[in-house]
Each structure stands twice: as structure tokens, then as C-alpha cells.
DNA sequence: GTCTATAGGGGGATAGAC
DNA sequence: GTCTATCCCCCTATAGAC
């Protein structure tokens, strides 16, 4: 649509420094607070160009979503359908992983879940194959053998995969109400956080077997 | 402020209904998303008389927000800090609790955590004693009894309150991903969360003699 | 207390110069 | 491609009649 950089130095052509500087700012207040001023100015650049290149604030938004939801998803299909791995390694790989993702993006958790209930996301969870992508998944498949050799006691795959991405995701979306209860800094909340990277596959394996 | 209703028949007096519409509204689009002419409308009332009740948009959203979040919170001080009731107990009473009520109001979660985001709610954290609540309550006490006893492993209680919240409401927040992924719709969601009630004591008492 | 009408300002989008 | 200036709608809030 505008100038395609050819081999351009650094990422810093104008379009992504809008997405960069959009990305920061709707991830932080969500679509409705965000002030396309805002983000222009966190782009250091004209409210005018950021029209020019995306046509609107909706198209900006949706194409900051989209990204945003695949780049969440697409490692969680990765260590999903990983037939390699064992059971017990990808709850390893997905806490380990998430827990330093989200450390490092802490608004995108809550971003997406409430942009999604929200407006559905301009239907964005129908474009995107999840369910397939999670149903057909070697994870389910080894928790299905789990069941049936008798190691996991809760038969319905969803409570799994709600239990884990419960317990690695939700201390980052109530932080603010749990460092208020717990008093801690930034610094010892990130701790904490590091420290259920080892705790969470531990649970989960005690979880499962429990009746 | 306005007319006090001395025994009003039902609690249909003007003040009530635009309470009643504005935590409709701001409870499902957040404050930055609400139009106030929405409020006005679900009330069944005009624009002019939100502001003859409330001076501003900014002052009722804070009304409404302050009994949101208090309203949340007094069960669970009631509960943490009941000195007859077991840890194991309180779990079960937590669990159930606050799936049947969040399953009738599935928005407040993520209303609450969003808003306290965004701008800390205007330092309602602060004005709530909740680390007092949390820190000196029976349920902490017991909690710090069961470790010296060897009964939990994992000494640290924000890890064991955080994994209790975490399985209780997470799933609420994640709820359209999880009907994508799952299929389910909203009565077979419900269903889920009902099972939970049950299995959620069940893992919480074996993670946290896990190590 | 409740309404209609309108003021006032903010915010998304565009025209047009460079 | 990038800027300045500006349009215009929508939303909050108020004035004033009843």
C-alpha cells in the first residue's frame, strides 16, 4: 500500500513506528481510551500520516489486534502439537515460556481478553482456527492417553488447560490487586512470577492425579 | 443529596434505576467505552437527569466502581477472616461462592481488574484496607499453622491465594476463548464451572502438599 | 424532579501546501 | 511522505421551561 522497504537498515520506517507506537499505546488503555493523538505522539509523528498509512483508528486497531492474538497463539500451537514432547514438558515449556512473555508485555493478557469480550474482536476468534488448532492438538491427545491408562483422574481436557493457563496467566492480570495485598514492588512481584515457572508443572502433575 | 426515600415501596426510586442501568453499562463496556446517553437510556430516563443525580459521568462511574469492588471484597473478609471455619473450608466456601456469582455477573472480573488498571480507579486501592484484610486474617494464620506443621509445602500464602482466585476466576475472564475452543455455549460453560465448585478444593489440597 | 434545547469541547478524519 | 489547518460529529454537561 505505501513504500515497501526493500532492504531498509533498521525496523524504523514510519509504518512501523506507527504499529510500534500503536501497539504500546491500545495495549495499555484499550480501543476506546486510546486517543489517535496519543499515539502519534508516542510515534513522533503527525496525527495526519498515521490516516495516511492506515486508513482509520479502527484499521490500525484491528491490524494491532490481529497481530497481537496471533503472536500470543502461535507458541502455544507450537508446544501444542509438538508430538515429541511429553505431557508433563509442555506444561514445562508453557508456563516457562508465558510466564517470561507476559513478564515482559504485562498488558497484552488483559488486553486481549477484554478487547475479545468487548466486540468479539471484529469476529477475529472465528478467523483464527483455535479450536481445531487446540482439539486436534498432540496435547489432547496425550492427555486422552493419560486418562485412559489411569495417571489423570479429571477426564475433560478443558479443565486441564484452563487449570494451566489460569495459574500462569491470571497472577499477571490481578497484579496490581496483589501487590496491594502483598505489598510487593515490581521487582518482587517479577519474583514471584519466576518462581511458579518451577512450581506450576509441579501442581498441575499433583492436580491431575487428585479425586 | 437527593430525596430520601423514607419507605419506598420497591427500590425503584430514580437514583436507584440510573445505579441500576449505569452498572449494566459500565460493568460490560468499561468506563471509556460507556456513553452516558446508554445510561440514560437503559434507565428509561433522560440525559439532563444523570447529572441533576450524579454530577458527572466521572462521579457516578465512581460510585458505581466503589460498591462493584466493595461488594466483591466483603465476602471474601468475610470468609478469610472467619476464626471457626477450617482451610479447607474456606476454600470450599470461596470456590462455591464466587462461581455462582460471578456466573450471574460474568462482567465484573474483568471490569474490575481492567479499571483498576487503568488508572487504579482513582486510588480505591488505597482507600480499601485490603492488604490489612488479607494479611492479618485467620486464614492467613492458618495458612502459616498448616506450613509449620508440614501439612503445605509451598510456605509463601499469596502463592496458595493466588492459585485459589486464579482457578475460580480465570476461566469467567477467559470464557469466550475457552467457548472457541471448546465449542461449548453458554449453558454448557455454565456446567463447567459448576463441576469446578467440587474439583477445585480436590487440587488445591494436593498441589500444595506437592514439592 | 423531569424534560427540551443547546452550549462547549474533544477527537477522528481530510484538504491542501510543501 | 509529511506537515498545518480545519472540518464536523459526537459526547458531556448545563440552562431554563414546566
Redesign the interface.
Known amino acids: 500500500m505505501v513504500k515497501k522497504k526493500e532492504t531498509k537498515a533498521l525496523d524504523t520506517t514510519t509504518e512501523e513506528k506507527i504499529k510500534a507506537a500503536a501497539r504500546v499505546v491500545f495495549h495499555k488503555?484499550?480501543?476506546?481510551?486510546t486517543r489517535t493523538r496519543d499515539i502519534a505522539g508516542e510515534a513522533g509523528i503527525n496525527l495526519a500520516l498515521l490516516n495516511y498509512y492506515f486508513r482509520s483508528k479502527e484499521k490500525l486497531f484491528e491490524t494491532i489486534m490481529f497481530e497481537t492474538v496471533f503472536g500470543f497463539m502461535q507458541n502455544m500451537a507450537l508446544v501444542l502439537n509438538d508430538e515429541k514432547s511429553s505431557l508433563e514438558k509442555k506444561v514445562e515449556l508453557i508456563a516457562s515460556y508465558y510466564i517470561d512473555f507476559i513478564t515482559k508485555e504485562p498488558?497484552i493478557p488483559?488486553f486481549m481478553?477484554?478487547e475479545?469480550?468487548?466486540n468479539?474482536a471484529g469476529g477475529l476468534?472465528e478467523r483464527l482456527p483455535?479450536?481445531q488448532l487446540?482439539?486436534n492438538s498432540a496435547f489432547f491427545k496425550q492427555h486422552q492417553e493419560a486418562v485412559a491408562k489411569g495417571k489423570i483422574a479429571?477426564p475433560?481436557p478443558?479443565?486441564f488447560?484452563?487449570?494451566l493457563?489460569?495459574?500462569v496467566?491470571?497472577?499477571f492480570?490481578?497484579?496490581?490487586?496483589?501487590q496491594?495485598?502483598?505489598?510487593l514492588n515490581e521487582k518482587q512481584f517479577n519474583q514471584?512470577m519466576q518462581?511458579?515457572k518451577r512450581?506450576i508443572p509441579?501442581?498441575i502433575?499433583?492436580?491431575m492425579?487428585?479425586?
Not at 496491594?180 to 505489598?183: E, P, R, T, Y
Open positions: 488503555k484499550g480501543y476506546a481510551a498488558n488483559i481478553l477484554s475479545i469480550r468487548n468479539n476468534l483455535i479450536k487446540v482439539m479429571e475433560n478443558l479443565h488447560l484452563m487449570n493457563l489460569s495459574l496467566v491470571f497472577p492480570i490481578a497484579m496490581p490487586l496483589l496491594g495485598i502483598g505489598g514471584l518462581e511458579r512450581l509441579v501442581w502433575k499433583a492436580m492425579k487428585a479425586k
